[in-house]
């Protein structure tokens, strides 16, 4: 155990409920011999308690859709509680995102400070009106982010962007955004599944999706893409939707289509709900439409790491990030972020899951590299390097 007695703090405006890395980063370190405390703001969406030896996670209070000077003032109380924290002498501190980096530097004293840069955070004047708390953050940090003790990012790309955009010495190490393999016994989740899946669906090939429905996720269009395929023996599982234009044109779509039968819209999951969806599904869905925003360009997503633990294939959009699992035939990729090219992607997914050898691919791949276990090494080397 690299960590006998070690003392982890981590630090993250988001809730770890949208942001998993983190749950993923804690409970590896935990696993080395460490002791966590994650300091956070509530979870915006609804959750089901975490409670693990080892791990305290601890609320400041409510952030999410308040006033600028409500979250200035509770962002303060973060701050405060963070210096209470620190001065306890944890053997490290880790950051997870602009907001939170520049608390470290606040509070850190001769504590190391890892600055793991799991949301892109530029400076852009034409945002600047619409959320000046945020820019201004994100541009302190980028002048500020020689200050880290380490810098760690969970892309290439980002990795390489930060280095030119901060004009730094060395590349910053990355930590791929996975999830933390638990040898856990799972618990029982077929029949929760078949309570969640009409029974006419048990048995096709699933198509899963999980996430923000918007259109930057291109949603609209797998829908499309599904209802041109019309691959009799499969279903697909949209997750996350809410009470919006978007949503209700993606209602209105399917309720219209040919094949509304084999489509199942549900509102946000979590916890047993999601790990049902997840666990029984075959095919993955992670499609992105790119902007001329480089965090558009340089995705790492949360759920490429989940879908693909729980054994399950990837549709996805064709990014640098996601080229590698496509080499490696666990993904099939769409060109463009269209109905058109996402049915052809769609059509491979269909056909690479009725190989009896795909998920022997997955889990191979998982195992020894796409996992928090392995992804940890830079930021577990740097902490035992620490004095003990």
Not at 150 to 171: D, F, H, I, N, Y
């Amino acid at each position: 155990m690299r960590h006998n007695r070690k003392k982890i703090l981590i630090l993250t405006l988001v809730h770890p409920d949208l942001l998993p890395p983190v749950y993923a980063i804690a409970r590896t370190l935990r696993d080395e011999g460490a002791t966590v405390h994650v300091l956070t703001f509530d979870s915006p969406v609804p959750s089901e308690s975490k409670t693990e030896t080892g791990i305290t996670i601890e609320s400041a209070g409510r952030h999410h859709g308040l006033g600028l000077m409500q979250r200035l003032a509770i962002r303060r109380q973060f701050t405060s509680r963070a210096a209470i924290l620190a001065g306890e002498s944890p053997d490290a501190i880790i950051a997870c995102c602009a907001f939170s980096f520049l608390c470290g530097l606040k509070v850190k004293k001769q504590t190391p400070l890892v600055y793991h840069a799991l949301e892109m955070s530029d400076f852009l004047w034409r945002s600047i009106k619409r959320s000046p708390l945020s820019m201004l953050n994100n541009l302190l940090a980028l002048r500020s982010i020689h200050k880290a003790d380490m810098v760690t990012t969970p892309s290439a790309q980002r990795a390489a962007w930060l280095a030119g955009r901060c004009k730094m010495e060395t590349m910053p190490q990355v930590v791929l955004n996975t999830v933390y393999l638990s040898d856990t016994a799972a618990s029982d989740t077929l029949s929760t599944y078949r309570d969640l899946v009409p029974a006419q669906l048990h048995g096709k090939k699933t198509i899963l999706y999980m996430g923000s429905v918007n259109t930057q996720n291109c949603v609209l269009e797998l829908v499309q893409a599904f209802c041109s395929v019309n691959n009799q023996d499969s279903a697909l599982l949209i997750a996350g939707m809410k009470d919006t234009a978007y949503c209700n044109d993606i209602r209105n779509y399917v309720a219209q289509s040919a094949v509304a039968d084999r489509i199942v819209l549900f509102p946000f999951v979590a916890g047993s709900t999601k790990t049902a969806l997840q666990t029984h599904a075959d095919i993955g869905v992670c499609l992105a439409r790119e902007t001329d925003d480089p965090e558009s360009k340089m995705t790492a997503p949360n759920k490429v790491g989940e879908y693909l633990a729980c054994g399950l294939y990837v549709l996805g959009s064709a990014t640098v990030y996601m080229q590698l699992f496509e080499l490696l035939e666990v993904a099939s990729l769409a060109a463009m972020p269209d109905a058109k090219s996402i049915a052809g992607a769609m059509t491979d997914a269909l056909v690479a899951v009725q190989d009896p050898q795909y998920k022997r691919r997955i889990d191979k791949f998982v195992n020894r590299y796409y996992c928090m276990q392995q992804q940890i090494e830079p930021i577990s080397d740097f902490i035992a390097a620490r004095k003990p």
